[in-house]
């Protein structure tokens, strides 16, 4: 099993900044995907962004692309979201998550993700 704890999360007025921490324990798998998801009151889970452990490579929602940026600290099993330019509507619990395996990319769906954080809020101020 492997636990996933989020921290940074809080308050911020809109074009802030904030960065997001996901720090892993437990099990350490071989190969895998990490991602923040998020979610607002009264809507569906968002993929945010994801990273894959052994090459790095990143994607993320259009909503986000060019704000936010994921890294890695394999070393410290800690993955990293960097958001700049906060705006209200990406006001929502954020969550950390991660695959027990990796193929050839990371997948978008949340249903390929088997461990979960408890989640993070972020929110943004008009």
């Known amino acids: 099993q492997v636990q996933l704890e989020e921290s940074g999360g809080g308050s911020v007025q809109a074009g802030g900044s904030l960065r997001l921490s996901c720090a892993a324990s437990?099990?350490?798998?071989?190969?895998?995907?990490m991602a923040w998801f998020r979610q607002a009151p009264g809507k569906e889970r968002e993929p945010v962004a994801r990273?894959?452990?052994?090459?790095?490579?990143?994607d993320y929602g259009d909503s986000v692309r060019g704000r936010f940026t994921i890294s890695q600290d394999n070393a410290k099993r800690t993955v990293y979201l960097q958001m700049n330019k906060l705006k209200p509507e990406d006001t929502a619990m954020y969550f950390c998550?991660?695959?027990?395996?990796?193929?050839?990319?990371?997948?978008?769906?949340?249903?390929?993700?088997?461990?979960w954080g408890q989640g993070t809020q972020v929110t943004v101020s008009s």
């Open positions: 998550a991660q695959t027990s395996h990796f193929t050839s990319s990371c997948p978008r769906s949340s249903l390929y993700f088997d461990f």
């Open positions: 990273i894959g452990n052994r090459d790095g490579a990143t």
């Open positions: 437990g099990y350490s798998y071989a190969s895998y995907c």
